[in-house]
């Protein structure tokens, strides 16, 4: 009779062991939904080959690999979110301003497909957004990106030898400032940025450079550094940073 009681007790604890693993690995696998987006001309309403889109949370606590759009401009997501209605799809071009567009729909639609229209960026826009990040004075230098997930790092040189940066942010002695620091995952991705002013630049050479701090896409990553000295009219340089860890000459200028 113990014998029996036994090989009962150790049968009824091996299906509550086997009820609860089930219930974890039930817990741990939330349900996967298939997404579609396609990102398309603001003005034309022409689908854009080779947009990338990427899906993140608001604390990009879930996020997908990026993808590439196809000819139709259309890419499909496979993804599983327990918070559906924080989940956003970020679409970026070279070329074009940043679009995003919310997914909590096609957690209960998987047939929807999500349009993000990207306006193109020209030279008058880029001037617009930099003047809206960071302060200013008779000299700022602003660095614009468009990809959230991308982290680069704005560069000056003084004249005096020292060198404005992520970690020396603030030139006591010229009153350089790099106020604007931008990182992924801590920075309001609707303003992406680094800038760096001074309210009297001393005069000198200045050396301005971008360094691509990562993380590596598989594509060169495109940015903007506009220059406004006093009232000459800015300057906007393009550059095509292709590998992470690498310094990007800008300009090199003097102040008579």
């Not at 604390?59 to 993808?67: I, K």
């Not at 909590?104 to 020209?122: A, G, H, N, R, T």
């Not at 020292?162 to 931008?182: A, I, M, S």
């Amino acid at each position: 009779m113990k014998a029996l009681i036994s090989t009962l007790i150790g049968i009824f604890a091996a299906l509550i062991i086997l009820l609860l693993v089930t219930c974890h690995k039930e817990k741990e696998e939330p349900e996967t939904f298939e997404a579609t987006i396609q990102v398309v001309d603001a003005d034309t309403n022409e689908p854009i080959e080779g947009a990338k889109v990427r899906i993140r949370t608001t604390d990009d606590s879930c996020e997908s690999a990026t993808m590439t759009t196809d000819e139709q401009g259309e890419c499909t997501f496979d993804y599983s979110d327990p918070e559906a209605e924080l989940t956003q799809a970020v679409a970026t071009k070279e070329g074009y301003r940043r679009g995003e567009g919310r997914l909590v729909e096609l957690s209960f639609f998987e047939d929807d497909v999500l349009v993000i229209p990207l306006k193109k960026k020209d030279r008058q826009a880029i001037i617009d957004e930099s003047e809206t990040l960071g302060g200013g004075g008779d000299l700022k230098i602003t660095l614009l990106w468009e990809d959230p997930s991308i982290d680069l790092d704005l560069h000056v040189l003084e004249p005096n030898g020292f060198e404005l940066k992520y970690t020396d942010t603030l030139d006591v002695q010229t009153g350089g400032y790099l106020d604007l620091d931008w990182r992924p995952s801590r920075d309001d991705p609707a303003h992406i940025g680094e800038n760096i002013y001074w309210s009297n630049p001393p005069r000198g050479q200045y050396k301005v450079w971008v360094r691509y701090y990562g993380p590596p896409t598989g594509d060169p990553t495109e940015c903007n550094v506009i220059i406004k000295l006093r009232n000459h009219e800015p300057e906007i340089f393009n550059l095509s940073c292709p590998t992470p860890e690498r310094n990007y000459q800008v300009k090199t200028f003097s102040i008579p």
